[in-house]
């Protein structure tokens, strides 16, 4: 996660192809939805997906990004709001990764 000025960062992630389909994604991007807005006041997060990578984009829509169109390397550029945002289910696999760090 890179952080800007303005309290927003940019998410990116990895899953290694041998733990895909295990929902560890969906789960590393809630918790540092969490800890982005928790523990560093971020407002806003980005990230983007390529308009292949359908497990990528399943992960951003299920964990409450939203598209707003074409990402500067071709694909789909999605944004989250975290203000007023305090979703359990976030703070729960914050909670859960927190265990395992």
Known sequence: MVGDADGSAELGYRVAERATGRG???LGVRGVIARARDEYGLT???A???RANAASL???RATGFVAVGPS???GIQHVRD???DD???DQ???DQLGQHS
């Open 92 to 94: 729960r696999a914050a």
């Open 87 to 89: 979703d359990a289910e």
């Open 24 to 26: 560890l994604a969906k």
């Open 82 to 84: 975290l203000t007023g």
């Open 44 to 46: 806003r997060l980005t």
């Open 58 to 60: 399943a992960v951003l």
């Open 72 to 74: 500067a390397r071709g």
């Open 48 to 50: 983007g997906a390529g």
